[in-house]
């Protein structure tokens, strides 16, 4: 299972929620055969996506102030979206709102790595793209915002892991996910953390051909 970002937080609650099931006994066909899909062999590829509270440094005041941050910035979305809509606005002047927002959004340079001027065609693509998924769906990624909001999930789905089929991927850029896999491969040995060289979290966008590389590395259990 491979996921970037939130698909990677989803990926590590699917290996949890199979891990919890296969201790009782399935109920149906269909729970059996799902979690045969994901065993203790499942190989996890986790692209700059967070693990949790790896080192149970956060408190619930912690928590509670990463879902406040997240809550308020879903709402911003809500308000932006419907001030836009009753508005009337042209669909240029709509995307203009929205791409001042998503400038800002990767204007962090300690996760993105100064993208911009690294890679202004690229930063340009995703910028596009980003608007006009926000002009047609902000009020469900504001939903996704607030709902998944590691503030308000459990930080332990990382336990849950076999660190010998897991492995965390960060741009090198990207310090703060950097800073993450260094932590994690320090209380769960086993578990293998790889860097990016020049690229930020954006791994997707900056680095297709390197993640692709990784993933099938991964699948013939090559050195990657």
């Not at 045969?36 to 790896?54: Q, Y």
């Not at 959004?105 to 993208?115: A, C, F, Q, T, V």
Request: with cysteine.
């Amino acid at each position: 299972i491979c996921g970037y970002s939130l698909g990677g937080r989803v990926a590590l609650k699917m290996k949890k929620i199979c891990s919890l099931a296969r201790s009782s006994v399935p109920e149906t066909i269909d729970s059996a055969v799902s979690l045969k899909l994901i065993s203790e062999d499942t190989k996890l590829i986790l692209l700059g996506a967070n693990p949790g509270n790896i080192d149970s440094h956060l408190n619930s005041s912690d928590k509670l102030s990463r879902k406040l941050r997240d809550d308020a910035l879903a709402k911003k979305l809500i308000r932006m979206s419907g001030s836009l809509f009753l508005s009337m606005v042209l669909p240029q002047e709509s995307s203009l709102h929205w791409t001042s927002f998503i400038v800002n959004w990767y204007s962090n340079d300690l996760l993105w790595g100064n993208i911009k001027m690294r890679k202004p065609a690229i930063y340009k693509e995703m910028v596009a793209r980003k608007v006009k998924a926000m002009m047609y769906r902000a009020s469900d990624l504001a939903n996704v915002l607030k709902w998944c909001s590691p503030g308000r999930n459990s930080g332990d789905d990382w336990t849950s892991v076999n660190p010998g089929k897991t492995f965390f991927v960060s741009g090198s850029l990207d310090t703060k996910y950097t800073s993450i896999g260094k932590k994690w491969m320090e209380v769960s040995p086993g578990i293998e953390c790889i860097q990016i060289k020049n690229a930020g979290h954006a791994l997707l966008a900056e680095a297709p051909l390197e993640v692709a590389k990784i993933v099938l590395n991964s699948l013939v259990d090559e050195k990657i």
